[in-house]
Nanobody
Framework: QLQLVESGGGLVQPGGSLRLSCAAS????????IAWFRQTPEKEREGVSC????????NYADSVKGRFTISRDNAKNTVYLQMNSLKPEDTAVYYC????????????????WGQGTQVTVSS
């Protein structure tokens, strides 16, 4: 069974940092591009960041550029999202998704979704 499991979410004060992990089980991420999304009850799902299968190409939403960094460790079958200078508007459930593609950034349906991890930024 192909699964993605997110972890690392939690409650953090504004200006703080969190690192989300997206670990794959049942398959290897080597040939998959990965994207992070976030969603709140008030907003539609938003693409946050994506990374190519090789890790050589990354993209970020304007709202997180300069604060978030996506990376991957294919040896650990895991993708990370380092989130710094967090703001209350970053509060959301964060999901990772995988597409069997060298380069994908959410423009089509992924092959695998994670279950999500809650990030809450509040004082």
């Amino acid at each position: 069974q192909l699964q993605l499991v997110e972890s690392g979410g939690g409650l953090v004060q504004p200006g703080g940092s969190l690192r989300l992990s997206c670990a794959a089980s049942g398959f290897t991420l080597d040939y998959y591009a990965i994207a992070w999304f976030r969603q709140t009850p008030e907003k539609e799902r938003e693409g946050v960041s994506c990374i190519s299968s090789s890790g050589g190409s990354t993209n970020y939403a304007d709202s997180v550029k300069g604060r978030f960094t996506i990376s991957r460790d294919n040896a650990k079958n895991t993708v990370y999202l380092q989130m710094n200078s967090l703001k209350p508007e970053d509060t959301a459930v964060y999901y990772c998704a995988a597409s069997y593609s060298s380069s994908w950034c959410g423009g089509s349906l992924p092959d695998v979704w994670g279950q999500g991890t809650q990030v809450t930024v509040s004082s």
